[in-house]
């Protein structure tokens, strides 16, 4: 089960594909974490919505992935599926995975600016992903975008 919303989010330094280091805490402004892995089915159908909120999003809202998979299955992935957001690197032994609970990917969480968890889900929930894209335009002042126009995606896949 996700940490609930309300929650304090754990800090986490984590380095990307690149080896740059991210702090949480460091991150001002909103947050958006999801913690994946390459061999998912439900990740793999994912993601690349998420890589469509990042373009529309991205300027507004800080969008990383958080892979629990060494650097050069990282960098394969993110060329496979065209995703352009920061992925943090959570292999081999997943502290951050540990400290956010994640039991099934992918798991997503949306942070505030002080550091409180506003949203948490698991899986491919399509219902909770247009959501997520609402709260993302309003964060971001901008018209929402349809994110599954022209495109057939199951209401439910479970991770």
């Known amino acids: 089960m996700p940490l609930e919303p309300g929650t304090q989010a754990p800090d986490f330094t984590m380095r990307d594909q690149e080896g740059q280091e ?4 460091k991150i001002e402004g909103y947050r958006f974490l999801i913690f994946y892995k390459v061999t998912c089915p439900t990740c793999q159908l994912t993601l690349p919505f998420i890589e469509k909120l990042y373009q529309w999003y991205g300027d ?3 969008i990383f992935g958080i892979i629990q998979d060494p650097p050069n299955k990282a960098k394969e ?4 599926y065209g995703l352009t957001f920061p992925q943090l690197i959570d292999a081999p032994d997943y502290p951050t ?10 798991t997503y969480y949306l942070i505030d600016p002080e550091g409180k968890i506003i949203i948490s889900r698991e899986s491919f929930v399509k219902k909770e992903l247009e959501d997520l894209n609402h709260q993302l335009a309003q ?3 901008k018209e929402v975008n349809p994110l599954f126009e022209d495109v057939s995606v199951p209401a ?4």
């Open 22 to 25: 991210w702090i949480l805490s």
């Open 60 to 62: 507004s809202v800080n």
């Open 77 to 80: 992935f993110m060329n496979n």
């Open 97 to 106: 995975s540990i400290k956010y609970d994640v039991q099934v990917v992918p």
């Open 139 to 141: 964060i971001a002042g």
């Open 156 to 159: 439910f896949k479970a991770g």
